[in-house]
Nanobody, 126 residues
Framework: VQLVESGGGTVQAGGSLRLSCAASGYTYSSYSMAWFRQAPGKEREGVASIDSDGSTSYADSVKGRFTISQDGAKNTRYLQMNSLKPEDTAMYYC?????????????????????WGKGTLVTISS
């Protein structure tokens, strides 16, 4: 299993970015996947998740601003981030659970995820 994130960068507050998580080695749509982020000096937190039924979950801090989606043909899941704030600055990781976690469970259970990408850095300037 391999996960590769891309799409990070530096944008001004109020701007948008779309992160991608390209998966290989498994049928990604059959399992839950989540985006996590970790800012310097802070704990890792779940941002958004999607499960095999297509159900999604979001952290309260990003609801209404971030959207998780997927493209089966490309075996890729995305995180569209709008109205970005300086506090969104962090390293963003995608991770997959090869068990049966729901989107809600995946969002809250980073230690239960089975595979991780190496991350992509998002920096929001004020």
């Amino acid at each position: 299993v391999q996960l590769v994130e891309s799409g990070g960068g530096t944008v001004q507050a109020g701007g948008s970015l779309r992160l991608s998580c390209a998966a290989s080695g498994y049928t990604y749509s059959s399992y839950s996947m989540a985006w996590f982020r970790q800012a310097p000096g802070k704990e890792r937190e779940g941002v958004a998740s999607i499960d095999s039924d297509g159900s999604t979950s979001y952290a309260d801090s990003v609801k209404g601003r971030f959207t998780i989606s997927q493209d089966g043909a490309k075996n890729t899941r995305y995180l569209q981030m709008n109205s970005l704030k300086p506090e969104d600055t962090a390293m963003y990781y995608c991770a997959v659970d090869l068990g049966k976690m729901s989107s809600v469970q995946a969002l809250r259970n980073d230690h239960g995820m089975d595979y991780w990408g190496k991350g992509t850095l998002v920096t929001i300037s004020s």
